[in-house]
């Protein structure tokens, strides 16, 4: 871990990077992250979710294939609608 940490040169600026769509939430979780550690470290405030985790239950990862013919947003809705995880009524 040592000789790749001191191997990988000087932190690259990245203001002007052009992020993918995909990128966007890697960057509001880390905001998100940062923000709630704050927080804590400031005033001893609880993070979003630890006091009440039922909240993020229904959260989760996945992927799924969609038919060529079929409308992808239509396609994950009813493959969610099938999952085996319940899911809140306000989805």
Do not use: N, Y
């Not at 769509?21 to 905001?31: E, G, K, L, N, W």
């Amino acid at each position: 871990d040592q000789a790749v940490q001191e191997s990988m040169g000087e932190i690259v600026e990245r203001a002007f990077e052009h992020l993918a769509p995909s990128d966007i939430m890697i960057a509001r979780v880390r905001r998100l992250l940062l923000k709630a550690a704050r927080a804590r470290h400031a005033d001893g405030a609880i993070p979003p979710g630890a006091a009440d985790p039922l909240c993020l239950d229904h959260v989760r990862g996945g992927h799924f294939l969609a038919p060529k013919d079929v409308e992808w947003l239509r396609a994950l809705a009813d493959q969610r609608a099938t999952a085996p995880v319940p899911l809140l009524a306000a989805e």
